[in-house]
Nanobody
């Protein structure tokens, strides 16, 4: 199983980013997926999850209304659209499938 995140970068507060997680080695279309994040000095926390079909999503309260998780099963790809970013969103963002994690992508939001 390989999960490769990309799309993280430095962005100003109020800006937007779209993260991508490219998956291989798993039956992607049968799998629920999730995004987590870990800020410096803090524990890794849940951000959002999506069912195998994309028909059901769940969000952490801190990102609800600003972030959108989606997937494209034909491309084995998971997305996280992040809007209205604030400095508290600064973290390494990880995609997760079962017990597998990607290497993470750094998102830094400047004030």
């Amino acid at each position: 199983v390989q999960l490769v995140e990309s799309g993280g970068r430095l962005v100003q507060a109020g800006g937007s980013l779209r993260l991508t997680c490219a998956a291989s080695g798993l039956t992607f279309s049968d799998s629920a997926m999730a995004w987590f994040r870990q800020a410096p000095g803090k524990e890794r926390e849940f951000v959002a999850s999506i069912s195998w079909s994309g028909g059901s999503t769940t969000y952490a309260e801190s990102v609800k209304g600003r972030f959108t998780i989606s997937r494209e099963n034909a491309k084995n790809t998971l997305y996280l659209q992040m809007n209205n970013l604030n400095p508290e969103d600064t973290a390494v963002y990880y995609c997760k499938w079962r017990m597998y994690w990607g290497q993470g992508t750094q998102v830094t939001v400047s004030s």
